[in-house]
């Protein structure tokens, strides 16, 4: 049996289950799985997922005792929501004297649109909840059950503060055979109706995904896997199977999620666009810093108190197919061959197409008849597709995943040829063009929305259909572009690599030392509980003082990994060629300041010239660039210093002194960050001096005196 230590993930898909083990030490993907998705067996997904395990197991000579972690990402949270395939909720309100009447409409939900046309439906009581009594919670239970109820959510106004009702209501739920969340356990932000809204989402999920967790729990541990099973979330991260249990909302979009998780961590990724294609649409999200991008959830155009990775969806993929009118090929998609039922022509054997002529059809019955497919004499149909059009450019590599037959496609679409007067070329051209455009338009939203840095990005193309949309979209925008390794795999590899993460926000006016001190206490219990491994946890503190919310976010490692893999440290001159070829300078223009641990500090002289050269600027950048040639921090107005841990009263208190604004608003602080052995702090989300000096203190608090610590502070 073998020895080394592996990870497995597996993405539970509509149509397919994948899996993968990737080495712990070196990400290398040692073994790859897939089989149909099995809905309709008697374990439902859990079948095809124990499969995958035992296949993959078995094949490459691993002992189960050698997994050291296992995750897996789904689709069944976004999919019920989407199909409005989720139980019927009852909501038990609750509220106290004069805030009563406003509890009790804040807490009624009504019916939830979900996607168009499909609904959650609530059920509402509400009780006066000055003083509680076990038979009127009953009395509400029973009501609700009566009207159709699955599942039970108590909300309470205030119970972020004293969440002692809601707790009693589960309580007696449970004993009362339904299941039941709290909002108390979904966020601990005031706002009663989001509140209640989110966790009614999040109640309407729970009978169906506790099944399958059941399920996925009981076929893990019959294959003889000790390490307990993660589930992937929405925003990147995993939580374990007992958190799936109470909070199944978190794993909606988590399909989406894994997939930059894989491409963060595998491919090493400074500032990218993140496109994953697939058959019928392109997912695409943002990579900045060599950190994955989140945003506020909605559901039904309503705010959620939950937070997903911003990702943008597109009707544009390998099976989009070629929308014709009047003769002329006008649009590409959204229906892909998938939908219309047909086989891609690039997948066909040449001899096969005969004589073809065109067709054009409505793939759905709401669709106009007009997108194109081929019609043979043998009786073969097939539809013309993007990946066609790629494959007969020449845009996809042999090897490839979505490599086919340009024969076949090439006869396929003479036919459209015959019928448009364009030659082949001509209307492959075209329809990329327009595609692409389309793709475009929404990478330029998301370079501007993030403001990245263009000499840095890379496309960065994953799922089966990469080589049919990144190539192009790269020429076409003047980027560089990459095709992730093991592509049509990246968000199996994302799910087996992804770190636990958690999210704690509580609203909280001008937060003092001691606020801070109690959410960093609170989310590292959490994130803990949650699967990490203490040593390996960050968090970050963020104080929005407009909306007086103080958030704190921690990420962490399953277990302690190892950061001395020789094969993926950086040499000196390759960190300098990384950096000079971003910003774009001779490698003499950038200047070492200091090394801690993983991390090098480095300043970047640029000489900018104007009105033909007679003007010149200088201006000095501040990169932070990692063992790995990630750069973790861009900053074009900053200053690096480096000190020792017993300076925080001193220098470090000048530093930060020396680059504060002041105006007629008060003083404005530079957002501060520090750098010592494996670990990057950032304080950039503190208001003010004492916050600043408290939340370093706290982040050094275990360090030796005479670590050294880079610091940058930034007035950008």
């Known amino acids: 049996m073998s020895s080394r230590k592996v990870r497995i993930g597996i993405d539970v898909g509509g149509t397919f289950t994948d899996a993968v083990v990737v080495d712990n030490e070196t990400y290398e993907v040692i ?177 169906k995904m506790m099944e399958t967790a059941n399920m996925t729990e009981g076929a893990v541990k019959e294959s003889g896997i000790r390490k307990p099973l993660m589930i992937m979330r929405c925003d990147g991260g995993v939580m374990s199977i007992d958190e799936v249990r109470k909070r199944p909302i978190l794993t909606m979009l988590s399909g989406l999620a894994a997939g930059v998780a894989g491409a963060l961590m595998y491919e090493k990724i400074t500032d990218g666009i993140f496109l994953e294609a697939g058959g019928t649409s392109t997912d695409i999200s943002v990579i900045k810093d060599g950190k994955v991008m989140i945003k506020n959830a ?73 997108y194109a497919v081929i019609e043979c004499e043998n009786g073969e149909s097939y539809a013309l597709t993007l990946a066609g059009a790629a494959n007969i450019l020449g845009y996809v590599g042999e090897g490839d995943y979505a490599h086919g037959n340009k024969e076949a496609a090439k006869k396929a679409w003479q036919a459209l040829a015959d019928l448009t007067g364009e030659s082949v070329e001509e209307l492959c051209k075209t329809a990329m063009e327009i595609s692409m455009k389309k793709v475009k338009q929404i990478v330029d939203e998301l370079i501007v929305d993030y403001n990245l840095n263009k000499n840095l990005i890379y496309l960065i193309g994953g799922g089966g259909s990469a080589s049919v949309v990144v190539p192009f979209l790269g020429e076409m925008m003047g980027i560089r572009h990459k095709i992730a390794e093991n592509a049509p795999y990246i968000s199996t590899i994302g799910v087996s690599l992804a770190l636990v993460r958690e999210q704690i926000e509580r609203n909280v006016s001008n937060p003092t030392d001691e606020d801070i001190r109690k959410i960093r206490h609170d989310v590292m219990e959490v994130i803990t509980r949650a699967g990490a491994d203490a040593a390996t946890v960050d968090i970050a503190i963020e104080i929005d003082s407009q909306k007086n919310i103080l958030r704190a976010i921690a990420t962490g490692a399953t277990e302690l990994r190892t950061k001395d893999r020789n094969t993926q440290m950086k040499s000196e001159e390759d960190l300098l060629k990384i950096i000079s ?130 610091v940058v502070s930034a007035r950008d």
């Not at 390998?318 to 998938?338: C, N, Y």
């Not at 200047?591 to 010149?616: D, M, P, S």
Request: glycine fraction near 8%; charged fraction near 30%.
């Open 31 to 207: 073994a790859k799985e897939k089989c149909p998705t099995t809905h309709h067996a008697k374990q439902g997904v859990a079948e095809g997922i124990v499969r995958n395990i035992e296949n993959v197991l078995k094949k490459n000579n691993i002992s189960p005792e050698d997994v050291i972690f296992i995750a897996h990402g789904t689709t069944q949270a976004t999919n019920a929501l989407l199909e409005g395939d989720v139980a019927k909720v009852g909501i038990v309100g609750m509220g106290k004297g004069l805030e009563a009447d406003r509890a009790k409409k804040e807490t009624t939900a009504g019916n939830i649109e979900l996607a168009p046309g499909k609904f959650l439906y609530t059920e509402h009581e509400f009780l006066e909840s000055s003083s509680l009594r076990e038979d009127l919670i009953k009395s509400a239970i029973e009501k609700l059950k009566q009207k159709g109820a699955e599942v039970i959510v108590a909300s309470e106004s205030y119970s972020v503060d004293n969440p002692e009702n809601e707790k009693k209501v589960i309580e007696i739920a449970n004993k009362m055979g339904l299941p039941a969340t709290g909002g108390y356990e979904i966020s601990q932000l005031y706002g009663l109706s989001a509140r209640t809204r989110t966790a009614a989402v999040n109640a309407a999920l729970i009978p």
């Open 581 to 710: 070829e971003a910003d774009k300078v001779e490698k003499q223009n950038v200047q070492k300041v200091g090394q801690e641990g993983r991390w090098h500090a480095y300043y970047v002289n640029v000489e900018k010239k104007a009105l033909f050269g007679l003007i010149k600027t200088k201006k000095r950048f501040t990169r932070i660039i990692d063992e790995e040639g990630v750069i973790r921090l861009q900053k074009n107005d900053a200053k690096i210093m480096v000190m020792k841990k017993k300076q925080l009263s001193t220098r470090f208190e000048e530093f930060v002194d020396s680059l504060t604004q002041f105006s007629d608003a008060g003083a404005i602080l530079p957002k501060t960050y520090l750098f010592f052995g494996q670990k990057m702090s950032d304080l950039s989300g503190v208001v003010n001096k004492e916050q600043l000096l408290g939340l370093a203190d706290m982040e050094l608090e275990f360090v030796e005196d005479n670590q050294e610590i880079i």
């Open 298 to 370: 909605q559901i039904g155009g309503q705010k959620l108190y939950l937070t997903s990775l911003d990702v943008r969806t597109l009707g544009v993929a390998g099976g989009s197919m070629i929308v014709v009118e009047d003769g002329k090929l006008v649009d590409v998609g959204p229906r892909s061959a998938h939908i219309a039922n047909k086989s891609y022509e690039v997948f066909a054997e040449p001899k096969k197409i005969v004589s073809p002529k065109i067709k054009l059809v409505a793939p759905r019955e709401e669709d106009k008849p007009n």
